[in-house]
Nanobody, 112 residues
C-alpha cells in the first residue's frame, strides 16, 4: 500500500522559513514524479513545485526563488524548503505522486 505522510507545517511569521517533509512508503520515489501542491481556504488546489522528467523542476511563479523542492532517495523522502514566507502562502500543503496518490496534508499558516 502506497502512503505519503507530510510533516513540518506550522505557524510562522512573515519572512520566516519552514521545511516540509513527505515520507513515502510502499513505493520507491527515486524515479517518480513527486510534487507539492497547496490549497488555501475557498480556493482550488494549485501546484507549488514538482519534479518533471522533461523540465527537471517546475515551480509556480508565486514561489519561484523562495521555495526549493528536493528529494533524498535513500530516505524515500521529498522536501519543500520555504523561505521568505508571505501571508498568502497560508494553505494546506499536500505531497503527491504524479497527481494520483496524495498525502493527508500539513497546515502552513503565515502571520503578518
Amino acid at each position: 500500500q502506497v502512503q505519503l505522510v507530510e510533516s513540518g507545517g506550522g505557524l510562522v511569521q512573515a519572512g520566516g522559513s519552514l521545511r516540509l517533509s513527505c515520507a513515502a512508503s510502499g513505493i520507491r520515489i527515486s524515479i517518480k514524479p513527486m510534487g507539492w501542491y497547496r490549497q488555501a481556504p475557498g480556493k482550488e488546489r494549485e501546484l507549488v513545485a514538482k519534479f518533471s522528467s522533461i523540465a527537471g523542476v517546475i515551480y509556480a511563479d508565486s514561489v519561484q526563488g523562495r521555495f526549493t523542492i528536493s528529494r533524498d532517495n535513500a530516505k524515500n523522502t521529498v522536501y519543500l524548503q520555504m523561505n521568505s514566507l508571505k501571508p498568502e502562502d497560508t494553505a494546506i500543503y499536500f505531497c503527491t505522486i504524479g497527481g494520483n496518490t496524495w498525502g493527508q496534508g500539513t497546515q502552513v499558516t503565515v502571520s503578518s
